[in-house]
């Protein structure tokens, strides 16, 4: 019955936000800059929770909870320079509660014959659903859980936030794009020699040793794509402002691809992270996956259904779930209703209440 309802109120949200839209592009200030932005809500129809009692008043709150989030605000702007042969990137991002964390991605770029070379706050290749995806991009679902908990797992930081300062040179060959990065390696969190590394303040690293990571993303026919990336992370004695002294060595990799034919769409992605008992978090793996199916209804309108499975090898947890998803689009909004069913245990990170969620996104960007 339950979930009855929760369907109803989903189709006539469906039919309030799909009466109508206006069709909106990036603003080009001239042909060399332009300025774009998103804003994203999530409106939470009926999600299951965990029923939680008040010790002092003996009050319990109900099992499900309905109400609307925030959930992103990008602005960035972007362009060229002398003559195209240097560019900028610079978008701001904010997050809504609970975390209400702000975020910026910032590079510059030199570009030569075969080769693009960019400097600054960049997303290195970790993932492909997290990384290239990219941020300030008009989401088609909640990205899955496995990007949520890997993206960020190589960074010594503890950060989700996916970014890093350094350098990143980008170079094509035929339907091969080849992406190699250096950077800190302790992701979104701070800089080198000011680097917050679970809460310390950590200074200096020794000469060359950093954060590298190498991706392939290759095309080789019309509505085919594989990609792969490697990632290693390796410091030795880190000095923390605290007096301690740390080791920092993780690695990840991740494979995947797309094959879209006609209406129907199929990808996916695998990925691990694995951290050596010299790491000052301890020995550690996760890994986990994600499947993709979609079928466009019609031009405006698809059909999407989401299997994805994430452990944490070490400590014997699994999690999986699965969404199913509507998701029309009108210009640059982009209206999503998806449900999701999760089965989880207790120290996972669906935990042992198996929640079900029914949500509505809206997305307009420019």
């Given at each position: 019955m339950k979930l009855i309802r929760s369907m109803v109120i989903a189709m006539f949200a469906i039919a309030v936000v799909f009466g109508g839209a206006t069709n909106a592009s990036a603003y080009n200030i001239n042909d060399d800059h332009r300025m774009f932005g998103l804003y994203q809500l999530w409106i939470n129809l009926d999600t299951d929770a965990a029923v939680v009692t008040d010790a002092a008043t003996g009050n319990t709150s109900g099992d499900s909870l309905f109400g609307i989030r925030e959930r992103r605000i990008f602005f960035g702007v972007a362009g060229k320079l002398a003559d195209g042969a240097l560019g900028y990137y610079l978008l701001q991002s904010m997050g809504g509660p609970p975390s209400a964390a702000s975020s910026i991605l910032a590079w510059g770029s030199v570009f030569l014959p075969g080769l693009q070379?960019?400097?600054?706050?960049?997303?290195?290749?970790v993932t492909y659903d997290g990384s290239i995806q990219g941020s300030g991009s008009l989401l088609s679902l909640q990205r899955a859980t496995?990007?949520?908990?890997?993206?960020?797992?190589?960074?010594?930081?503890?950060?989700?936030?996916?970014?890093?300062?350094?350098?990143?040179?980008?170079?094509?060959?035929?339907?091969?794009?080849?992406?190699?990065?250096?950077?800190?390696?302790?992701?979104?969190?701070?800089?080198?020699?000011?680097?917050?590394?679970?809460?310390?303040?950590?200074?200096?690293?020794?000469?060359?040793?950093?954060?590298?990571?190498?991706?392939?993303?290759?095309?080789?026919?019309?509505?085919?794509?594989?990609?792969?990336?490697?990632?290693?992370?390796?410091?030795?004695?880190?000095?923390?402002?605290?007096?301690?002294?740390?080791?920092?060595?993780?690695?990840?990799?991740?494979?995947?691809?797309?094959?879209?034919?006609?209406?129907?769409?199929?990808?996916?992605?695998?990925?691990?992270?694995?951290?050596?008992?010299?790491?000052?978090?301890?020995?550690?793996?996760?890994?986990?996956?994600?499947?993709?199916?979609?079928?466009?209804?019609?031009?405006?309108?698809?059909?999407?259904?989401?299997?994805?499975?994430?452990?944490?090898?070490t400590l014997n947890t699994k999690d999986t779930d699965l969404t199913v998803a509507l998701m029309h689009t009108m210009g640059n909004l982009k209206t999503t209703i998806e449900y999701v069913t999760t089965d989880g245990e207790a120290g996972s990170v669906w935990g042992a209440t198996d929640p079900k969620l029914l949500r509505m996104q809206l997305q307009m960007g420019f």
């Open positions: 070379v960019d400097f600054g706050k960049l997303a290195p290749m496995p990007t949520l908990q890997m993206t960020g797992a190589p960074y010594a930081g503890g950060t989700r936030a996916w970014r890093d300062l350094g350098l990143r040179f980008i170079a094509n060959a035929g339907p091969a794009q080849i992406r190699v990065t250096v950077t800190n390696g302790v992701g979104d969190a701070a800089q080198a020699d000011s680097e917050h590394i679970s809460g310390q303040l950590a200074q200096s690293n020794q000469l060359g040793q950093a954060m590298y990571g190498i991706g392939a993303i290759i095309k080789p026919a019309d509505g085919v794509r594989v990609h792969a990336a490697f990632t290693s992370n390796k410091h030795d004695d880190v000095k923390l402002s605290t007096g301690g002294v740390i080791d920092i060595d993780r690695t990840s990799t991740a494979v995947g691809g797309k094959v879209s034919m006609g209406a129907i769409m199929v990808d996916g992605e695998y990925a691990t992270t694995k951290a050596t008992s010299s790491d000052f978090g301890g020995e550690s793996e996760l890994k986990g996956f994600w499947v993709r199916g979609g079928y466009s209804i019609s031009k405006d309108l698809l059909l999407s259904v989401r299997h994805a499975s994430f452990e944490r090898v």
